[in-house]
């Protein structure tokens, strides 16, 4: 449960970004809207989600976000 509410909240975070950068795109301030996509939020935020996918799925995570402890 952890894992699915921490993923929606990056996800959540990464919609705001991409919002930004509708807006900077709408301005037509393009040098800005390049800057915020490779050096800015927008990289941070998909950085952040990206991390939180490949954390899942290395490692032997059980469903409850612990080791799989095999048989007792």
């Not at 807006?23 to 050096?39: C, L, P, Q, T, V």
Request: charged share 30%; net charge neutral; glycine share 8%.
């Amino acid at each position: 449960m952890q894992y699915a509410r921490q993923t929606q909240d990056a996800l959540d975070r990464l919609d705001q970004s991409l919002a930004r950068l509708r807006n900077i795109i709408k301005r037509g301030d393009n040098a800005s809207a390049i800057k915020f996509m490779e050096e800015g939020d927008l990289k941070e935020k998909f950085e952040e989600l990206q991390n939180l996918i490949t954390i899942s799925s290395t490692g032997n995570m059980g469903a409850r976000g612990v080791q799989n402890t095999g048989t007792f």
